[in-house]
């Protein structure tokens, strides 16, 4: 009799080690699950594909942008801060006079990408950077193509083309990409000719550079091309 109790207790004791380990081990699975893999939903910037939505982080199969989170808990900021900053927001400025110009923009890389007629298209308006828009802001009225430019900040835009690029200053300079672009709210067009260079431009990159105390030159490169136009402050 004492043989059966002690072999009934032994049995219930392993039942009851045996259900702990295996709720033990299914909570360590559960928080070693990344919630992440669950929740987390990217998108195309571009929206090449609409509304189309992926699951895991990587590029867009039509235009190779990487792909941006869009939805998910607060555990997957981590992933949209690595993705962001592959292109990150930087900035450009100078003092010409007592004109300051300041260039925010959006700074992809190359990557290995193929940039001109590919990644960017040809013939179509681009934020010539990436995310929001590029803008520029001059401090004091310029003059740019002999059209004076009155001080304010404006939405930089560019139409490029293999052999002859189109530089616009926009009204509105708030937005995401050339999401909300309109001609009609235009402040200037410009034609200006790429510029081949020899060496690589890994990260788009603007310059502000200084041609004397009242004449300045926007530059932008990336890969091996870069596209400028001159300006003046107004007065002279």
């Not at 300041?102 to 700074?107: L, M, N, Q, R, V």
């Not at 009225?141 to 139409?159: C, H, L, P, S």
């Not at 300045?216 to 107004?234: D, P």
Request: proline content about 3%; hydrophobic content about 35%.
């Amino acid at each position: 009799m004492k043989k059966q109790i002690i072999t009934v207790s032994i049995f219930f004791a392993a039942a009851l080690f045996l259900a702990s380990c295996g709720n033990s081990g299914n909570e360590k699975a559960k928080e070693n699950t990344p919630e992440e893999v669950k929740t987390a939903m990217y998108q195309c910037p571009m929206k090449c594909e609409g509304e189309k939505m992926y699951e895991a982080q990587g590029t867009c199969p039509v235009c190779k942008m990487d792909l941006e989170l869009v939805s998910g808990e607060t555990q997957q900021n981590t992933k949209a801060n690595d993705t962001k900053s592959k292109s990150p927001r930087t900035s450009a400025m100078a003092m010409l006079g007592n004109n300051h110009v300041h260039i925010d923009y959006g700074s992809p890389s190359v990557r290995g990408r193929v940039i001109w007629n590919g990644l960017v298209a040809y013939g179509q308006v681009w934020a010539t950077g990436a995310h929001k828009a590029t803008w520029i802001e001059f401090s004091q009225d310029v003059r740019i193509n002999n059209q004076t430019i009155e001080k304010g900040r404006y939405g930089f835009f560019t139409i490029p083309d293999k052999e002859e690029w189109t530089v616009i200053l926009n009204k509105v300079w708030d937005m995401h990409m050339a999401d909300d672009y309109t001609s009609e709210n235009d402040v200037i067009r410009l034609s200006v000719k790429p510029i081949k260079t020899d060496s690589l431009t890994e990260a788009l990159t603007y310059d502000v550079k200084m041609l004397s105390n009242e004449k300045g030159q926007v530059r932008m490169s990336w890969e091996y091309l870069m596209v400028m136009f001159e300006f003046e402050n107004a007065g002279l």
